[in-house]
């Protein structure tokens, strides 16, 4: 905690909610060793902001407008491997945080815990370390050894991604065009993603999604 010759941790806050930023904002400034190095509030802004500003942390929401978390979080690994990320969602970690986790972000945090625990995130995040709840940890250890894992674990992240596109009501059309891919290797996605699930509609992925609160 802040002596006067403590690092500053410079975070940039990557949300689309306005409100969301500006809590995150004051519970960071709060903080005597910690700053805002900037905010986004899409993946276009994020990534041409983070050309221009220095930053050691990004706090991350998996839910953009123009771009998937999974799909941001891919490339700042590719672009800045050692760059840690903190997811924040509100999504329940047992649904989505493994995959970010395996994906290379340092942390993952849920929306509703962001106030009590976002100063902790940080702090351990940044000095190199790993930050998820006691029950995530658990999760992981038992993801190891697990014989029965749900079946959409089998799917590789573009798979697991198109799967909850498909289940939230979006054509291949429309996911093409979203993920820049061709209709057609949507549509091979599509294929696959039935034939590992053993299901043989988009009704049967959506019932899925919708039973595993995937969506």
Same mark, same amino acid.
């Given at each position: 905690?802040?002596? @006067?010759?403590?690092?500053?941790?410079?975070?940039?806050?990557?949300?689309?909610?306005? #409100? *969301?930023?500006?809590?995150?904002?004051?519970?960071?400034?709060?903080?005597?060793?910690?700053?805002?190095?900037? /905010?986004? /509030?899409?993946? @276009?802004?994020?990534?041409?902001?983070?050309?221009k500003k220095?930053?050691?942390?990004?706090?991350?929401?998996? !839910?953009?407008?123009?771009?998937?978390?999974?799909?941001?979080?891919?490339?700042?690994?590719?672009?800045?491997?050692?760059?840690? *990320?903190?997811?924040?969602? *509100?999504?329940?970690?047992?649904?989505?945080?493994?995959?970010?986790?395996?994906? @290379?972000?340092s942390g993952?945090?849920?929306?509703?815990?962001?106030? !009590?625990?976002? *100063?902790?995130?940080?702090?351990?995040?940044?000095?190199?370390?790993?930050? #998820?709840?006691?029950?995530?940890? /658990?999760?992981?250890?038992?993801?190891?050894?697990?014989?029965?894992?749900?079946?959409?674990?089998?799917?590789?992240?573009?798979?697991?991604?198109?799967?909850?596109?498909?289940?939230?009501?979006?054509?291949?059309?429309g996911i093409?065009? /979203?993920?820049?891919?061709?209709?057609? !290797? #949507?549509?091979?996605?599509?294929?696959?993603?039935?034939?590992?699930?053993?299901?043989?509609?988009?009704?049967?992925? !959506?019932?899925?999604?919708?039973?595993?609160?995937?969506?």
């Open positions: 905690m802040g002596k @006067g010759s403590a690092i500053m941790i410079k975070v940039i806050i990557v949300d689309d909610h306005p #409100v *969301v930023r500006l809590g995150l904002r004051q519970i960071i400034e709060s903080q005597p060793d910690m700053a805002v190095a900037g /905010e986004a /509030e899409n993946a @276009g802004e994020f990534f041409s902001l983070l050309r220095d930053c050691n942390l990004v706090v991350l929401d998996i !839910t953009l407008p123009d771009r998937s978390g999974f799909d941001v979080l891919k490339q700042l690994k590719y672009d800045k491997p050692d760059l840690p *990320v903190l997811i924040l969602s *509100v999504h329940a970690e047992d649904r989505y945080a493994l995959r970010f986790i395996k994906a @290379g972000a993952y945090l849920m929306k509703e815990s962001a106030s !009590t625990e976002l *100063v902790k995130a940080i702090r351990k995040v940044s000095s190199g370390g790993k930050y #998820v709840s006691l029950s995530l940890a /658990e999760q992981l250890v038992s993801h190891l050894d697990a014989s029965d894992k749900p079946v959409h674990e089998s799917l590789s992240d573009r798979e697991f991604q198109i799967l909850c596109m498909i289940a939230g009501g979006k054509s291949l059309k093409a065009g /979203e993920l820049c891919l061709s209709e057609k !290797t #949507v549509s091979t996605y599509r294929s696959r993603i039935l034939e590992k699930m053993k299901m043989s509609t988009n009704a049967d992925l !959506t019932r899925y999604a919708l039973e595993n609160h995937l969506v």
